[in-house]
């Protein structure tokens, strides 16, 4: 309230006026100041973030950034906190749980999973949803670069639609050639995941 009474009333905080000014120069240079102090006063600055479950870049790790890593017993765990000191120890706690090799500075676990998200979505971005929410970003980010990629952009005698197969030669916890095929059917570059081919014999 000070600040806005000395932008309205300047030669009550000691600042004198240029005698040169005439009085209609002076009203109209002290409506300009009254409505800009008005105009901000009326567009305060945002609030802190509450400490709710819901703040926004809490939540925003939470169903962006690890939305594809994080187990569900964690999520419902990270869910119940109350405090942003809690939600910060957990995702540090997160992370090192995770570090293959912990104790040293890098932690290589999560500089490759957000090396993945920023290239998902760069690389996969569809015209309705940004590349890392598209079936191909989704699973790059999961399983990393495929060891090999078939890219049909045109179709095939099978198919008119554009595919791409991707094939893991080995994918931990799950097994040996694992097949990926993704399609676009609607044009617009959202390639979704297909049933995949059989396996070529080796």
């Known amino acids: 309230m000070n600040r806005i009474q000395r932008l309205l009333h300047p030669h009550h905080a000691g600042v ?3 005698q040169t000014w005439t009085p209609l120069l002076a009203a109209v240079v002290l409506l300009i100041t009254a409505a800009a102090a008005v105009a901000a006063w009326q567009h305060p600055a945002p609030p802190p973030p509450s400490t709710g479950a819901a703040v926004s870049p809490y939540l925003r790790w939470l169903n ?26 957990f995702i ?33 971005p569809s015209q309705t949803r940004p590349g890392w929410q598209t079936d191909r970003g989704r699973l790059y980010i999961i399983y990393g670069p495929p060891d090999e990629i078939e ?8 198919t008119r639609f554009p595919y791409d197969i991707w094939l893991y030669h080995h994918v931990q916890g799950i097994g040996n050639n ?5 399609v676009d059917k609607t044009g617009n570059g959202d390639y979704r995941s297909a049933p995949s081919p059989s396996p070529s014999p080796r």
Do not use: C, M
């Open 178 to 182: 694992l097949f990926l095929q993704f």
């Open 16 to 18: 004198q006026r240029p």
């Open 92 to 124: 540090e706690q997160f992370w090192l749980r995770r570090d293959p090799t912990p104790g040293t500075p890098n932690n290589e676990f999560k500089v490759e999973h957000y090396r993945r998200i920023s290239y998902a979505s760069q690389r996969f």
């Open 64 to 89: 962006e950034d690890v939305a594809y890593i994080i187990a569900d017993e964690e999520r419902a765990a990270f869910t119940r906190l109350a405090t942003d000191p809690e939600r910060a120890r």
């Open 151 to 158: 890219s049909h952009t045109s179709g095939s005698a099978t």
